[in-house]
């Protein structure tokens, strides 16, 4: 089964702390160089079998004309929105311009991996970008974001549109420089309703996918803390749904069928745990599935204390894991990247 681990070049490899003692998260994220070099990390450490560019949600910020902040402690947007006049400003820009470094860091990463390991590229989902620039940093139950939704819902509609067209040309220049697949993240579509996520996501989420013309090219929407809107998050157009944890594999596999494949949806806290109960985590989400249009993967980001040994455990359990079921045919995997 094919395996990746969302955070995977991060804090939990000493390579790439010590990389970090010489560079910023934003210098890193900016060098294709450097950059490259941290996506590259656990390819060589663990052998995974995708490669995820190295870079940050809030780049597309940026991009569009809000200055940011980051690090490790998490992003911040330094000039936060409220009006019409502030979403008109945001800028629908050139990728090849303003985000040149992310393109050549992913075209560095195709020739270095060549064809036969996929490398993925990414951008937060309409909602959990505009969490960021309403609030200007993670915000418990983000406050500001939701009273937008109840007071100036017309506004939220906007920002959203805009973010979700800025967003898919974005990841329409990854897709050029040779990403194989980009994974969306909605990590907060959690914090809304079912009825406000039709309202308000879904549509925003849809337009993305449809100005993205990914063809061939999978899209991977990762939700937290979403089981009361997986039903509405089938419907987005993406081809794999990423799944946290609390989702039951097996349920939903059965629900979905063979309209979308699915990744996920290890605990990252099992990866904390014995390399016994590590094998058995596994076990548990691949039998949910019979590893049938299934990528293995973690339910969130893996936890910067994971120690290595686990990580590797993870991975090289779950490539070996033994999968009974015919093979599924192609509309139901992520066929292009092999993953």
């Known amino acids: 089964m094919p395996v990746w681990m969302m955070r995977q070049a991060g804090r939990y490899l000493p390579e790439y702390r010590a990389l970090r003692e010489r560079h910023t998260f934003l210098e890193t994220c900016k060098s294709p160089v450097l950059a490259a070099e941290v996506s590259l990390q656990p390819f060589r450490t663990l052998g995974v079998d995708a490669v995820i560019v190295f870079s940050d949600i809030l780049i597309v910020a940026e991009a569009m ?4 902040e980051l690090g ?10 409220g009006t019409q006049a502030q979403v008109d400003a945001l800028a629908l820009f050139d990728p090849e311009v303003e985000t040149r470094f992310t393109c050549d860091a992913i075209r560095r990463l195709a020739r270095e991996l060549g064809p036969d390991v996929p490398v993925i590229g990414f951008a937060a989902a309409p909602w959990t970008l505009a969490c960021y620039l309403i609030e200007g940093r993670s915000s418990d139950g983000f406050p500001k974001a939701k ?5 100036e819902p017309v506004l939220l509609r906007a920002l959203l549109e805009r973010i979700a067209r800025a967003t898919a040309i974005y990841l329409r220049a990854q897709i050029a420089a040779g990403a194989t697949a980009v994974q969306l993240f909605d990590t907060w579509a959690g914090e809304l309703s079912l009825a406000d996520y039709r309202a308000f996501e879904l549509p925003a989420t849809q337009l993305l996918i449809r100005e993205l013309r990914a063809a061939d090219t999978p899209v991977i929407l990762y939700t937290k803390a979403s089981n009361h809107l997986l039903d509405a998050v089938a419907t987005t157009g993406a081809s794999v749904l990423s799944v ?3 989702v039951d594999l097996a349920k939903l596999h059965a629900q979905l069928g063979s309209r979308v494949a699915l990744q996920g949806n290890v605990d990252p806290c099992a990866l904390l745990g014995s390399q016994e109960s590590i094998r058995g985590a596994v076990r548990a989400a691949v039998e949910a599935t019979g590893g049938i249009g299934h990528v293995l993967n973690l339910g969130h980001g893996i936890l910067p204390q994971t120690p ?5 455990t993870f991975v090289e359990a779950g490539q070996s894991a033994t999968v009974t079921a015919a093979k599924p045919p192609r509309a139901t995997a992520p066929a292009a990247p092999r993953l």
């Open 147 to 151: 009273a937008m939704l109840w007071r």
């Open 65 to 68: 004309g809000l200055p940011i």
């Open 72 to 81: 490790d402690s998490g992003p911040v947007v330094r000039e936060t929105i």
């Open 244 to 246: 946290d944890w609390r």
């Open 308 to 312: 290595v040994e686990s990580a590797r």
